[in-house]
């Protein structure tokens, strides 16, 4: 099967530019993910969607970070304005259900904001 | 707050050693814990994973030993080869929940 896919690989933005990433999970996936992870940490989650709606979006900046998932598919994942903190990857992830289901995480969108 | 500490953070191992890795949780409620393998430049992939129930699991090579008392947890990689070299994380998630936890990583280095 085809796995989680994401673009760009690489972005390179100054501080406060905007940006914004997209996920394609793999097909069948209903639950979606959105997890950012720093340089030496571990991922952490920022917005977990099941088919359209949001599930968890607790640990998201929501003044800076906004996401969406139109039609239970594809996912974008947006930064406005973006600060020096941002700089990281962020990871896609999606599962067939959710609990009890393993995920797949995709190659990731490394961000650097200068 | 971190909830599942990871240690060491990096470690190198001779080909054909033991590499050890391990985790501490303090949430009761944790009730399933994957370790993940990441190579540079991919995400994370689901190596092996345990529940509560059982004290050990093993998949190949890859061990996870769990203490529920000490509420801790390893990864064993024995005959360590030097494809094994990357990034292993721990994670942990409640029962029902769907979030994981991840520890902060161990970069592991098979030399050959």
């Known amino acids: 099967e085809a796995g989680v896919a994401q673009s760009p690989r690489y972005k390179i933005i100054e501080k406060r530019q905007s940006v914004a990433f997209w996920c394609n999970p793999i097909s069948g996936h209903a639950t979606l993910y959105w997890y950012q992870q720093i340089l030496g940490q571990g991922p952490k989650l920022l917005i977990q969607?099941?088919?359209?709606?949001?599930?968890?979006d607790s640990q998201l900046p929501k003044d800076r970070f906004s996401a969406e998932r139109l039609k239970g598919v594809d996912s974008t994942l947006k930064i406005q304005p973006a600060k020096l903190e941002d700089s990281a990857v962020y990871l896609c992830?999606?599962?067939?259900?959710?609990?009890?289901?393993?995920?797949?995480f995709g190659n990731g969108t490394r961000l650097t904001v200068t | 707050q971190q909830q599942v500490k990871q240690s060491p953070q990096s470690l190198i191992v001779q080909k054909g050693g033991i590499s050890i890795i391990n985790c501490a949780y303090e949430n009761t409620a944790f009730d399933y814990f994957p370790w993940y393998q990441q190579f540079p430049g991919k995400g994370p992939a689901l190596l092996i994973a345990i529940r509560p129930d059982v004290s050990e699991k093993k998949e190949g090579r890859f061990t996870i030993s769990f203490n529920k008392s000490a509420k801790q947890f390893s990864l064993h990689i024995m005959d360590s080869q030097p494809g094994d070299s990357a990034t292993y994380f721990c994670?942990?998630?409640?029962?029902?929940?769907?979030?994981?936890?991840f520890g902060a990583g161990t970069t592991v280095t098979v030399r050959a």
């Open positions: 992830a999606s599962s067939f259900s959710g609990l009890n289901s393993p995920l797949h």
């Open positions: 969607f099941q088919n359209n709606g949001v599930v968890d």
């Open positions: 994670a942990a998630r409640r029962d029902g929940d769907y979030k994981l936890s």
